[in-house]
C-alpha cells in the first residue's frame, strides 16, 4: 500500500504510514466515505447515500411523498419542456353543480307551471327561492295585477250595458278619456302590494305565536306562489269569460280563489310542519283574521269612494 502523502510502500493491512504516520484510510477509499448505517430503529433508512460524486438522498420513511434530493438540490424528473409550468384548473368552487343550478331561475317556466302542478312546482324550486328571487317574484305578481286592473278598467269603461229590450252592450271607446289613470295605477298598485304583504304578514306572525321558525321571505315566497292561480284565473279569464257569459266569470272566480286558499293552505304546513289539531287551528285563526281584516278595509274603502 502506496502512501499518497510520502511515497512510502506499507504493508497492506497497516493504517498508518511507518514513514510520515500519515492515514492510509482515508487515502485508500475512492469517492466519499459510506455513511453510519447503524439504526437504533429498525424501520429507520439511510437518508443517503453515495453514488459517484454526489450524495442523493433516498426518500423520508415519515413522508413517503417527499422527492429525493441530490446535493440538497430536489430530483424532478424531466418529462417535458413544459411540464415544469404545467397547471392543474382550480376546479373546487365549482364542483358543486347546484350552485350554478340555485342561481338560474326561469320566473315565466315557474308561473305557468304552478298552474299545473303548484305543490311539486314549489317543492322542486324551493330552495332558490332566497331574497333576491322572491323580491323578483312579488313584483312580477304586482306588475300582473296592476296592468290587468287597469286593462279591466278601460275595458268596463268602454263597455255600456243596457237592459231595455233585453240585455244588450256596446262600446264607447270616447267614455276612456274620463278615466283618471294616475289614480287607476296607484290604487292598483298599492292594494296589490297591500294584499300580499297582509297574507304573508299573517301567516308570519302566526308562526312565532306558535314558536315555529320560518323567515318572513318564506313565507312571501309561499303566498306569491299561491296567488299565482288568482292572476291567471280570477284576474284575466273571468273577467274575459264575463264577456261572454256572468255565470262562466263567477265560476272560474271560485275556482281561482278556492286554488289559492288549498296551495296556500298546503304549502304552510309543509313548511311548517304542522299536524293534526294545530294545522286546523292555526290555517283557521289565519285565514279568519284576514277575512276580518280585508272586509273592513274593503267596506271602509267603498264609503270613502262614494262620499
Not at 205 to 227: A, D, R
Amino acid at each position: 500500500m502506496i502512501c499518497r502523502n510520502c511515497g512510502t510502500s506499507n504493508d497492506e493491512n497497516s493504517k498508518f504510514c511507518i514513514k510520515c504516520g500519515n492515514s492510509l484510510i482515508e487515502t485508500n477509499n475512492v469517492g466519499a466515505p459510506m455513511p453510519n448505517t447503524t439504526m437504533n430503529n429498525p424501520l429507520e433508512a439511510p437518508t443517503t447515500m453515495p453514488m459517484g460524486n454526489n450524495l442523493i438522498s433516498t426518500p423520508n420513511i415519515e413522508n413517503p411523498m417527499a422527492m429525493p434530493t441530490m446535493n440538497n438540490q430536489p430530483v424532478t424528473p424531466n418529462v417535458g419542456n413544459n411540464a415544469t409550468n404545467a397547471t392543474v384548473p382550480n376546479t373546487l368552487n365549482n364542483s358543486n353543480p347546484s350552485n350554478a343550478s340555485n342561481s338560474k331561475f326561469n320566473f315565466l317556466t315557474y308561473f305557468l307551471a304552478v298552474i299545473l302542478k303548484p305543490i311539486s312546482s314549489y317543492e322542486e324550486e324551493k330552495d332558490k327561492f332566497d331574497t333576491k328571487n322572491t323580491v323578483i317574484l312579488s313584483i312580477i305578481c304586482v306588475a300582473f295585477m296592476t296592468i290587468i286592473n287597469i286593462i279591466s278598467t278601460i275595458i268596463f269603461t268602454a263597455r255600456v250595458s243596457s237592459l231595455i229590450s233585453g240585455y244588450s252592450s256596446s262600446w264607447d271607446f270616447s267614455r276612456i278619456k274620463y278615466i283618471n289613470f294616475f289614480q287607476v295605477f296607484g290604487k292598483s298598485l298599492g292594494g296589490s302590494v297591500a294584499v300580499i304583504l297582509a297574507i304573508a304578514g299573517a301567516f308570519y306572525i302566526g308562526s312565532l305565536i306558535i314558536k315555529k321558525e320560518v323567515k318572513f321571505m318564506k313565507c312571501l315566497s309561499i303566498v306569491v306562489t299561491s296567488i299565482i292561480p288568482v292572476i291567471i284565473g280570477y284576474l284575466l279569464i273571468a273577467p274575459i269569460l264575463g264577456l261572454l257569459w256572468g255565470v262562466l266569470q263567477l265560476i272560474v272566480s271560485v275556482v281561482s280563489i278556492a286554488y289559492f286558499i288549498i296551495i296556500l293552505y298546503e304549502l304552510m304546513n309543509k313548511e311548517l310542519k304542522l299536524e293534526n289539531n294545530m294545522k286546523v287551528y292555526f290555517n283557521l285563526a289565519c285565514f279568519s283574521t284576514l277575512i276580518i281584516v280585508g272586509y273592513y278595509v274593503t267596506l271602509k274603502f267603498l264609503l270613502n269612494s262614494l262620499f
